[in-house]
Nanobody, 114 residues
């Protein structure tokens, strides 16, 4: 079993920054990890991906504002979110495939006020 736990969400004003973290525990093997978000009434969106070697991919909707990084020694990935906009308001969830199973965290709420 793998457990993923997000942290760092909250309420922030537009233009400010937040850094989310996602820490894996349990029978976890270093692997590609993802950040998703889902706003009310909208489909879940893949925001960023980072491979075990550190290669990254960022969604066009947040490119230039969000970056993803990882600390393999801590089994943790980060999502640095800068210049936040009200439309970034969503539940942010991390995920990772280990073996045949895709694991999800519980998510953390990010709310950006205008």
């Amino acid at each position: 079993q793998v457990q993923l736990e997000e942290a760092g969400g909250g309420l922030v004003q537009a233009g400010k920054s937040l850094r989310l973290s996602c820490t894996a525990s349990g029978s976890f093997s270093i692997n590609t990890m993802d950040w998703f978000r889902q706003a009310p009434g909208k489909q879940r969106e893949l925001v960023a991906t980072i491979t075990d070697t550190g290669a990254t991919n960022i969604a066009n909707s947040v490119k230039g504002r969000f970056t993803i990084s990882r600390d393999n020694a801590k089994n943790t990935i980060y999502l640095q979110m800068n210049s936040l906009k009200p439309e970034d308001t969503a539940v942010y969830t991390c995920g990772s495939r280990n073996g045949l199973t895709y694991y999800w965290g519980r998510g953390t709420q990010v709310t950006v006020s205008s």
